[in-house]
């Protein structure tokens, strides 16, 4: 892999993924392109490096020619997939009680390759409120109240304070690389 294109990835990564790197978020979902990137390598790469402060990266799928990715803070994630409101709306989707993250990560990576309707339960990994969760998969994605980072359906005061506070962090993150620091540097690992 070249150093342009570790570069380019650290740089998609850290725009699509900075509220869960900077830990303020469980997990960021992000798409790339397998054509500029040899995702597995880089995946690979970012894990060797950050899985000692608790970050990971997880395919999830190749859809055509993009590969879809979490990137997750473990602690952050397993607390909240042991949230009983979590696990009850989980449960709904065939995420058995005794699922411990991992195994829910490859359920949620079965559905979404299955095909189909997309799995929206995925809010919930990504740490959007249940509410938010449940209000869109009622409404099919409409009548929301705000659409931010995700469609917001309950608290939008709190939602625009988590979109600004996510902003915030990726405008730091994305700053530090644009400065010469690579991700690794930038997160202090």
């Not at 917001?152 to 625009?160: F, H, I, L, M, R």
Request: glycine share 8%.
């Amino acid at each position: 892999m070249s150093q342009t294109e570790k570069r380019s990835f650290e740089k998609k990564v850290a725009f699509n993924s900075a509220p869960a790197l900077c830990g303020i978020k469980c997990a960021s979902l992000l798409s790339l392109s397998c054509e500029e990137f040899d995702v597995c390598s880089n995946a690979a790469l970012f894990n060797s490096r950050a899985c000692k402060c608790g970050l990971e990266m997880r395919l999830l799928c190749y859809c055509g020619k993009r590969a879809l990715i979490m990137v997750f803070g473990r602690k952050l994630l397993d607390a909240r997939l042991r949230d009983g409101e979590v696990r009850a709306l989980l449960s709904r989707f065939g995420y058995d009680d005794t699922l411990d993250t991992d195994a829910c990560l490859e359920r949620l990576s079965e559905r979404i390759m299955k095909g189909g309707d997309f799995p929206h339960e995925i809010g919930l990994f990504l740490g959007y409120p249940v509410d938010d969760v449940k209000g869109f998969i009622e409404n099919g994605g409409e009548n929301f109240k705000l659409c931010g980072c995700w469609k917001v359906y309950s608290d939008t005061e709190g939602a625009k304070r988590a979109f600004r506070s996510f902003d915030r962090c990726r405008d730091y993150l994305c700053s530090k690389l644009n400065k010469g620091l690579d991700i690794y540097q930038a997160l202090g690992i």
